[in-house]
Nanobody, 117 residues
Framework: QVEFVESGGGLVQSGGSLRLSCATSGFTFRVRPMAWYRQAPGNQRELVASINLANSPTYTDSVKGRFTISRDNAKNTLYLQMSSLKPEDTATYYC???????????WGQGTQVTVSL
């Protein structure tokens, strides 16, 4: 049974930092490209950052230079270090495999990130 458990979100002021974690189980983590997604109220879920099996990351333009995705295959865990946070980063953040079309139907509960002015 595939499972994603996201954590690390919270309320932070603009310019602050957070580190998100996603513990996974039920599939072979080390052989899957992984991604962080986010969804703000009224918006579709979007892919924020992905990391392939060679640990090469890609980012959506709006977070480049501010977010860093990483993975620990020994712990089956995905991370997202977020810095210089902006109010427009406010959303619920989820992890799943990449690309979006390959994502499991099962999603975790997500972790809420709220950035105040």
């Amino acid at each position: 049974q595939v499972e994603f458990v996201e954590s690390g979100g919270g309320l932070v002021q603009s310019g602050g930092s957070l580190r998100l974690s996603c513990a996974t189980s039920g599939f072979t983590f080390r052989v899957r490209p992984m991604a962080w997604y986010r969804q703000a109220p009224g918006n579709q879920r979007e892919l924020v950052a992905s990391i392939n099996l060679a640990n090469s990351p890609t980012y959506t333009d709006s977070v480049k230079g501010r977010f860093t995705i990483s993975r620990d295959n020994a712990k089956n865990t995905l991370y997202l270090q977020m810095s210089s946070l902006k109010p427009e980063d406010t959303a619920t953040y989820y992890c799943n495999v990449a690309p979006r079309a390959a994502a499991y139907d099962t999603w975790g509960q997500g972790t809420q990130v709220t950035v105040s002015l």
